[in-house]
Nanobody, 123 residues
Framework: QQKLVESGGGLGQPGGSLRLSCAAS????????IGWIRQAPGKGREGVSC????????WYADSVKGRFTISRDNAKKMVYLQMNNLKPEDTAVYYC????????????????WGQGTQVTVSS
C-alpha cells in the first residue's frame, strides 16, 4: 500500500495559485514530519517545505518563502502545500515524503516517498 499519495498538480499561470494535497495512510502523520521535495527537469531534488509531527513547526526554502504555505490536518490524514504567486521556476515534479523536518529542510525516511505530481507554470 502506498503510504503517501499526492494530488493537485497541473498547469498554473505565473502569478497564479495551486494547492497540492498529500494523503497519508495509517499512522504516518502521527509519527513523521511531512515534507515537500521537488525536482525540476535536468536538476536534482530540492527541499521545498516541511512540517513537524509534534508542534507543527515549519521550514521553507528561501526560494518559496512568503509564497508557499504548508499545513496539515491530522484528523483527515492530509498535508497541503498552498502555492501562491507561482513562477516558471516552480515547474517541477513535487513529491510528498515523510521523515524529519530539520533546520535545513526535510530528511526523508527510506520508503516514504509519494509517486509525485507534476506542476507546470506557464502562460
Amino acid at each position: 500500500q502506498q503510504k503517501l499519495v499526492e494530488s493537485g498538480g497541473g498547469l498554473g499561470q505565473p502569478g497564479g495559485s495551486l494547492r497540492l494535497s498529500c494523503a497519508a495512510s495509517g499512522s504516518t502523520l502521527d509519527y513523521y514530519a511531512i515534507g515537500w521535495i521537488r525536482q525540476a527537469p535536468g536538476k536534482g531534488r530540492e527541499g521545498v517545505s516541511c512540517i513537524s509531527s509534534t508542534d507543527g513547526s515549519t521550514w521553507y526554502a528561501d526560494s518559496v518563502k512568503g509564497r508557499f504555505t504548508i499545513s496539515r490536518d491530522n484528523a483527515k490524514k492530509m498535508v497541503y502545500l498552498q502555492m501562491n504567486n507561482l513562477k516558471p521556476e516552480d515547474t517541477a515534479v513535487y513529491y510528498c515524503a515523510a521523515g524529519l523536518c530539520s533546520e535545513k529542510g526535510p530528511v526523508v525516511a527510506e520508503g516514504y516517498w509519494g509517486q509525485g505530481t507534476q506542476v507546470t507554470v506557464s502562460s
